[in-house]
């Protein structure tokens, strides 16, 4: 089994500062790709950030310049700096990590963490 594990929401006002974790664990043999999603209401579930094993980075334009993803592969966590935070950043936020299981050693599946709540104030 393999669970996504995240923390570091809550409640900022607007140009603060926030930063999330998402810590994988279990009959884990290697992690492709980790990204971080979120969804506020009412609203389909958006791609924010996305980092590859080797360190590629990409973001939504609607985050550039103020969100940061990193990983960190020896404790199979990926984190995401939020900073300037805005009141349309309100979501609740997941990780999402392509991960190869130790039974097949091969192939990725898709595993989701249950969600963190960031709520920024105006």
């Known amino acids: 089994q393999v669970q996504l594990v995240e923390s570091g929401g809550g409640l900022v006002q607007a140009g603060g500062s926030l930063r999330l974790s998402c810590a994988a664990s279990?009959?884990?043999?290697?992690?492709?790709?980790m990204d971080w999603y979120r969804q506020a209401p009412g609203k389909q579930r958006e791609l924010v950030a996305a980092i590859t094993l080797g360190g590629n980075t990409s973001y939504a334009d609607s985050v550039k310049g103020r969100f940061t993803i990193s990983r960190d592969n020896a404790k199979n966590t990926v984190y995401l700096q939020m900073n300037s935070l805005k009141p349309e950043d309100t979501a609740v936020y997941y990780c999402n990590a392509k991960i190869v299981v130790v039974a097949t050693k091969k192939g990725s599946y898709d595993y989701w963490g249950q969600g963190t709540q960031v709520t920024v104030s105006s």
């Open positions: 279990g009959s884990i043999f290697s992690i492709n790709a």
